[in-house]
């Protein structure tokens, strides 16, 4: 069973700087896919950043230049390195897997992030 576990969230003013980073276990195969969408209250989820096994990356448009995401294929885990953080990047972010051997897409459970002004 495939378990995605979120970390490094918390709490920053404007300007600071998060690193997120997502563990995934229970797979032996390197994943297509991962990222991170995130969901603010009474917004649709979104994505903010994905990169695919070839670590070729791409960005939402309000975090692209402040966000970076990177990978690690063999410990499958991926990261989301935060800077200038602004309120408005406030929101539950949640880890994804995409898996093209499976045909899966695994979840974390969220981590919350909030940015005073």
């Known amino acids: 069973q495939v378990q995605l576990v979120e970390s490094g969230g918390g709490l920053g003013q404007a300007g600071d700087s998060l690193r997120l980073s997502c563990a995934a276990s229970?797979?032996?195969?390197?994943?297509?896919?991962m990222g991170w969408y995130r969901q603010a209250p009474g917004k649709q989820r979104e994505l903010v950043a994905q990169?695919?096994?070839?670590?070729?990356?791409n960005y939402a448009d309000s975090v692209k230049g402040r966000f970076n995401i990177y990978r690690d294929n063999d410990k499958n885990t991926v990261h989301l390195q935060m800077d200038s953080l602004k309120p408005e990047d406030t929101a539950v972010y949640y880890c994804?897997?995409?898996?093209?051997?499976?045909?899966?897409?695994?979840w974390g459970q969220g981590t919350q992030v909030t940015v005073s002004s």
């Open positions: 229970g797979a032996s195969y390197r994943f297509f896919l």
């Open positions: 994804y897997a995409q898996s093209s051997y499976s045909g899966s897409t695994f």
């Open positions: 990169v695919n096994a070839g670590r070729v990356a």
